[in-house]
């Protein structure tokens, strides 16, 4: 799977964006997708996650209640709803695609897509 992030940009806090994962290849459908993040000097960290049809989702804690993962097929696109975004939100944000219909995890990431800058200013 060939995975096109987009979507990122500078916003104020308490501002929204909607972060776009195009994908390409056969096993977009078959397996879960997900989100991560990674800021300046920082490790990649879990975002979210929805499985391969759309029943399942996970958040970090981080942003649980304020972003919102989903898919569509017909458009072979993930998005990533961003609400009420805070300054601790600054990251490069990445798409990823698993290894199985159900979850994924920083270890169980099959495919990366290029990250997509988030910044958010006071």
């Known amino acids: 799977v060939q995975l096109q992030a987009s979507g990122g940009g500078l916003v104020q806090a308490g501002g929204s964006l909607r972060l776009s994962c195009v994908a390409s290849g056969r096993t977009f459908s078959n397996n879960a997708m997900g989100w991560f993040r990674q800021a300046p000097g920082k ?22 209640g304020r972003f919102a993962i989903s898919r569509v097929y017909a458009e072979n696109t993930v998005y990533l709803q961003m609400n009420s975004l805070k300054l601790e939100d600054t990251a490069s944000y990445y798409c990823a695609s698993g290894r199985s219909p159900v979850g994924i995890s920083l270890e169980t990431v099959a495919s990366w897509g290029q990250g997509t800058q988030v910044t958010v200013s006071s």
Not at 44 to 63: H, L, P
Request: avoid cysteine.
């Open 43 to 64: 490790e990649r960290e879990f975002v979210a996650a929805i499985s391969w049809n759309g029943g399942r989702t996970a958040y970090a804690d981080s942003v649980k």
